[in-house]
C-alpha cells in the first residue's frame, strides 16, 4: 500500500543575515492512511517545518530544499505547479495553525470567511448533493456555502450556528475560534490534517475538548492526522504513532504505547524523564541537559552528541542511520548498530 505521506531524506535551508540555518538534515517519515502521527521535540527542531513542507506552505525564499522528496499519494509536491500546490492544499490537505486569536481576520465575519473559503475550494455543489447538469447561480452557490459551513460549525460544536455564523472573531472564545479553524480546515473533505499544536494557546479543558474533536473527526471521515506539539501527553492520549525529532532529524519514531513503554534514543529518554508523576518530588526531574545546538553551525555526526552522555567517536564523525529494534520501532543511534542497547 502507497504511503499517504512518504518524507525521503529532505533536507531544507533558511537563508538569514546572519548565514545559512540548516533547518532539515535528512528527515525521513512515512505517514499511512489512517494514521495519527504525533511529533515531537523541543521548540526549533523543525517540526513545523517539516508538516508545512508537505503543503508546501513554506516561504522560498528564504527557504531552499538541496535535496530530498516530499511524496503525496506518491506524488513530489516539491516539483509540482502552483496551481496543482493550491489544488493540492484545496482539496487534499487542511491545517490547523498554532494561534486561534491571530487564525482569523477580525475586520469579516465568520461567514465571509468560511464563505469564501468554501467556494474557493469549489465544494459547494458537491455538499448540498446538486446534480452536475445545471450551474447554479452565484447567489444559489453562495447560500448553499452558506449552509454547508452553519452543518460544519454545528459538527464542530460551535452552539447556535445559524446566528453565530454572522459574527466577528472577536466574539468568540479561543477554544471557540480553534473549533472555527478547524471547521474551515476539514470543509474541502481533506486526506490529510496538519494540527501545528492547536492547543497550545489554550486552558486545559478546552485542550481536552479539541483533542476529542479531532478523535472523533479521525473516525467519522476517516481523516489522516500529523500532530505537531511539544506535549507528549497529548500524544499519548490521542496519536497511534509518534515520531521524536531533535535539530532537524527524526531521532525516533513507532508506535505510541511501544515507545513510551521502551523508549530508546537517549534524548526520548530525556523527554520522558523531564515528564512529572504522581509521586515525583522537587528537584527530581531530570530532563535533557545542555542546550539546542544552533542550526546556523550545528554539530557533526549525530546533532545530538554534545548533549548526550552515551557520546562516542563515532557519534561525532556521520549521522547514524535508522535501526530497526522492534517490530515498526526505529532509531537513530549508534548504540544500537551492534544490537548493543543503552542502559
Not at 518524507?7 to 499511512?32: H, P, Q
Not at 459538527?155 to 479561543?174: A, D, L, M, N
Not at 557520546?311 to 526505529?330: F, G, N, S, Y
Amino acid at each position: 500500500m502507497t504511503p499517504l505521506v512518504e518524507i525521503r531524506d529532505l533536507y531544507c535551508e533558511m537563508v538569514t543575515f546572519d548565514g545559512v540555518a540548516k533547518v532539515l538534515n535528512g528527515v525521513s517519515l512515512t505517514i499511512n492512511k489512517g494514521d495519527l502521527l504525533g511529533v515531537v521535540g523541543e521548540t526549533g527542531c523543525g517540526k513545523s517545518v517539516t508538516a508545512m513542507s508537505i503543503p508546501r506552505l513554506v516561504p522560498q525564499p528564504p527557504a531552499r530544499y538541496p535535496s530530498g522528496q516530499v511524496l503525496f499519494n506518491g506524488q513530489d509536491v516539491l516539483k509540482i505547479s502552483a496551481e496543482e500546490v493550491r489544488d493540492l492544499r484545496a482539496r487534499k490537505i487542511g491545517v490547523v495553525f498554532q494561534d486561534p486569536m491571530t487564525g482569523l481576520n477580525p475586520v469579516f465575519t465568520i461567514e465571509e470567511q468560511m464563505v469564501d473559503s468554501i467556494l474557493a475550494r469549489q465544494n459547494a455543489l458537491h455538499a448540498t448533493g446538486w446534480g452536475r447538469g445545471w450551474l447554479p447561480s452565484a447567489r444559489e452557490e453562495r447560500r448553499a456555502a452558506r449552509e454547508r459551513a452553519v452543518q460544519l460549525l454545528r459538527r464542530v460544536g460551535i452552539p447556535e450556528p445559524e446566528k453565530r455564523i454572522f459574527t466577528y472573531p472577536h466574539e468568540y472564545s479561543g477554544g471557540m475560534r480553534q473549533r472555527v479553524l478547524i471547521a474551515l480546515a476539514i470543509s474541502g473533505r481533506p486526506e490529510l490534517l496538519i494540527a501545528d499544536e492547536p492547543t497550545t494557546a489554550l486552558d486545559v479543558s478546552v485542550q481536552a475538548q479539541i483533542l476529542r474533536l479531532i478523535a472523533e473527526l479521525v473516525r467519522e471521515i476517516n481523516l489522516t492526522v500529523m500532530l505537531i506539539t511539544h506535549n507528549i501527553g497529548v500524544v499519548a492520549q490521542l496519536c497511534n504513532r509518534i515520531a521524536v525529532m531533535y535539530a532537524g532529524n527524526v531521532v525516533e519514531s513507532g508506535p505510541t504505547r511501544e515507545i513510551l513503554r521502551n523508549p530508546k534514543h537517549p534524548y526520548t529518554k530525556g523527554l520522558m524523564q523531564a515528564i512529572p508523576a504522581d509521586n515525583s518530588v522537587r528537584g527530581s526531574l531530570q530532563g535533557v541537559a545542555g542546550n539546542v545546538p544552533s542550526l546556523l553551525a550545528p554539530p557533526s555526526g549525530c546533532r545530538f552528541h554534545t548533549r548526550c552522555s552515551y557520546v562516542t567517536d563515532r557519534c561525532k564523525a556521520a549521522l547514524p542511520p535508522m535501526q530497526i529494534v522492534a517490530p515498526d520501532h526505529e532509531v537513530a543511534c549508534v548504540l544500537y548498530e551492534d544490537g548493543v542497547p543503552a542502559s
